[in-house]
């Protein structure tokens, strides 16, 4: 039997294509009447198309038709959805506000450098914030996203190996097996082989396999910390130490950066740069393909390959500085995601300095709650406190009741939760990776949780409705290889 009642359900509408709305001759909009001569189109354009197959449908039908659309999307602002490696936080709504005052979100990318001063002060405020925060010498914002952000760390130490003459003989980075799949394909695409590292059984870097591993042909050893498992590196000094003997460089993953903000700095345990997430940590937009902000810092060796215009202080005020001989380039058009920035800088302000370290320690508090609660039903992979997400492992009901990880997600949707993450990190069966962010009160987490339990009980008595879980929306259980491989969201009109 189902055990939804008490839980937050909703049957979705199942949605109607708007072509199949449409009726010939029916008008959404009144069009004004033209005040310029009429043109014939086939004598300025040539052959035109005399069919363009539109939906004919009135304005009522049209504003339904969406409106009931975004009812189906699941958001941060509808469901509490922990992701994991994603921090699906909330977005304050001021700074949308910010973003869109006029000042900043009418800017054009090519006005002259002396006509945006203030938006120059917006850059180099979030930089001399991020610096704060992280420790390292010097922030660029230009990269437009994470892996962005880590193939811009690469080039960096590329370019760092290359003034030296050791280009050639730099060609490996050594990457954990923890890892998120961006660090090698970074690596991969910046030219250099890569080689895996082993973790202990503890959720460590195996220090004797990476000791094996270091020589001068590395160059850079790619750590994400907190790492994928959700545990903090006790051994992060010793590794940077280790790497750096050999004349290597050590970067950071930034991604999980929420566990740290305010607590802790990057800069400060060895490493030579890192990629952060100003759509994760920071609050700017995240998920529906962007617009991501992958900004990076890095120490003061790197700083002269720094891709241009870099965004500094001099006794002109601030200006964009593109008298850079060694510097690798652009990585993106203009200054980045500029009204990213915008969002970051508000929130930034808006905790301080003082109240900083609130949203790494909520972060942690959150996760090792959720943890506490269900590591009877969902044993942790790893027996000590986690960091900012907490990672469970369901094979004991894949091995005693034929029910895999993927079946408890898609049953959570029909409690109307969001599923977290499956499958990651790899080294670990039967994944499940939640990471609750500061942002959710402990009713929801409870909700939540009590949710999990319920479908653990499931599992065992009835694991048929995970089976055919989600069984409260528009589809059901999709075979996502064929949608993959016979991808098909065109709409065709009827042959008759």
């Known amino acids: 039997m189902s055990h939804l009642a008490g839980f937050r359900t909703k049957r979705m509408p199942e949605p109607r294509l708007i072509f199949d709305q449409s009726n010939t001759g029916r008008v959404g909009c009144n069009v004004p009447v033209a005040d310029t001569p009429e043109v014939d189109l086939s004598e300025v354009l040539g052959d035109v198309r005399e069919d363009l197959h539109l939906p004919e449908v ?293 905790y301080g300095k003082e109240k900083m370290a609130d949203i790494s320690r909520h972060a942690v508090l959150n996760a090792n709650y959720v943890r506490a609660r269900l590591k009877d039903v969902l044993p942790p992979a790893h027996d000590r406190p986690c960091m900012h997400e907490c990672i469970l492992t369901a094979e004991k009901y894949k091995k005693e009741n034929g029910v895999r990880a993927l079946d408890i997600s898609k049953r959570l949707i029909d409690y109307g939760f969001h599923p977290p993450t499956n499958y990651f990190p790899l080294i670990v069966p039967e994944c499940l990776m939640i990471e609750p962010t500061e942002t959710e009160t402990k009713e929801t987490l409870d909700e939540f949780c009590d949710a999990m339990i319920e479908i653990c009980r499931e599992a065992v008595e009835s694991p048929d409705l995970l089976h055919d879980a989600p069984s409260t929306q528009i589809v059901g259980r999709l075979d996502e290889t064929t949608a993959v491989k016979n991808l098909d969201v065109r709409w065709f009109p009827p042959t008759v």
């Open 58 to 350: 009135g304005e009522l039908e049209l504003l339904r038709h969406f409106t009931n659309l975004s009812h189906i999307n699941f958001g941060i602002e509808t469901g509490f959805y922990p992701l994991g490696s994603c921090t699906m936080k909330y977005n304050p709504k001021i700074n949308e506000k910010t973003a869109g005052l006029p000042g900043f979100a009418n800017l054009h990318p090519m006005q002259p450098v002396e006509t945006i001063p203030g938006a120059l002060d917006i850059l180099i405020g979030v930089q001399e914030m991020l610096l704060a925060i992280t420790g390292f010498d010097e922030i660029t914002l230009q990269p437009l996203a994470g892996a962005h952000g880590e193939m811009t760390c690469l080039m960096l130490i590329k370019a760092y190996f290359e003034s030296r003459g050791e280009g050639t003989q730099r060609h490996t980075v050594l990457v954990p097996d923890s890892a998120h799949g961006t660090n090698p394909a970074s690596a991969a695409r910046c030219g250099y082989d890569v080689k895996p590292i082993p973790t202990r059984e503890d959720g460590n870097t195996d220090l004797e396999a990476l000791a094996e591993a270091l020589n001068d042909s590395v160059a850079a050893l790619m750590l994400t910390n907190p790492s994928t498992l959700g545990l903090f590196e006790p051994n992060i000094e010793q590794i940077c130490d280790m790497v750096h003997a050999v004349g290597a460089q050590v970067f950071c993953d930034g991604a999980n950066m929420n566990a740290m903000v305010g607590t802790t700095r990057p800069g400060d345990h060895g490493f030579d740069c890192m990629h952060l997430n100003l759509h994760k940590t920071f609050s700017t937009p995240h998920g529906g393909g962007g617009p991501g902000c992958g900004a990076i810092g890095l120490k003061s060796h790197l700083e002269p390959f720094l891709p241009i215009p870099v965004v500094r202080r001099s006794s002109a005020g601030v200006v964009a500085d593109y008298d850079r001989p060694a510097s690798i380039g652009r990585v993106s058009a203009f200054y980045g995601q500029f009204l990213m920035e915008v969002r970051a800088y508000t929130y930034l302000r808006a």
